[in-house]
T-cell receptor, first 112, second 116 residues
Framework: AQSVTQLDSQVPVFEEAPVELRCNYSSSVSVYLFWYVQYPNQGLQLLLKYLSGSTLVKGINGFEAEFNKSQTSFHLRKPSVHISDTAEYFCAVRAAGTALIFGKGTTLSVSS | KAGVTQTPRYLIKTRGQQVTLSCSPISGHRSVSWYQQTPGQGLQFLFEYFSETQRNKGNFPGRFSGRQFSNSRSEMNVSTLELGDSALYLC???????????????FGPGTRLTVL
């Protein structure tokens, strides 16, 4: 079975500062990795995904993530955040034929 | 193309009642999954349907059930509601059904269920 751990439940940051949201996963088989964002009172929107190939994945809204197999991590980064990036971010993992498993989420709060 | 739609968006029930939530996937999508989201437990997988068959099931009691129709629309039912069933219930649809391939999931806005 797979599992996901998001290491920070809340990350406060000032506008235009860089941010990293950390995610570690556990699995005995190859997995696909995802980051989703959830704005208040909305569903989840896919930010980016890692399926295979290049370990650096670029997504929407200027976000990127790096897959590190040896450390079983998939950290999300953005070089300069905006107020509008304030939201909850979920890391998720899925092995072929299995359900999508989510981490507990990280609340990113961007202030001016 | 219209996104995933869920009805109703908000629902208030009392303990012991039952409830049915509906999900219409993106046109052409054949796989539908359901998730429960609560502040304490986060996002938990309920079940996944593909072509009217339940393909995966999460660790929820038998009070939680679902089904998928031939047009890929899905419903989930919760019987004998408990206070702890208060949550946001999210539906997601996927375009592919092959178990060996990755399925990107597109989420609806959710149904907010409050049990009093």
């Amino acid at each position: 079975a797979q599992s996901v751990t998001q290491l920070d439940s809340q990350v406060p940051v000032f506008e235009e500062a860089p941010v990293e949201l950390r995610c570690n996963y556990s699995s005995s088989v190859s997995v696909y990795l995802f980051w989703y964002v959830q704005y208040p009172n909305q569903g989840l929107q896919l930010l980016l995904k890692y399926l295979s190939g290049s370990t650096l994945v670029k997504g929407i809204n200027g976000f990127e993530a790096e897959f590190n197999k040896s450390q079983t991590s998939f950290h999300l980064r953005k070089p300069s955040v905006h107020i509008s990036d304030t939201a909850e971010y979920f890391c998720a993992v899925r092995a072929a034929g299995t359900a999508l498993i989510f981490g507990k989420g990280t609340t990113l709060s961007v202030s001016s | 193309k219209a996104g995933v739609t869920q009805t109703p968006r908000y629902l208030i029930k009392t303990r012991g009642q039952q409830v049915t939530l509906s999900c219409s996937p993106i046109s052409g999508h054949r796989s539908v999954s359901w998730y429960q989201q609560t502040p304490g437990q986060g996002l938990q997988f309920l079940f996944e349907y593909f072509s009217e068959t339940q393909r995966n099931k999460g660790n929820f009691p038998g009070r939680f059930s679902g089904r998928q129709f031939s047009n890929s629309r899905s419903e989930m039912n919760v019987s004998t509601l408990e206070l702890g069933d208060s949550a946001l219930y999210l539906c997601a649809s996927s375009p592919l059904g092959d178990r060996g391939t990755y399925n990107e999931q597109f989420f609806g806005p959710g149904t907010r269920l409050t049990v009093l």
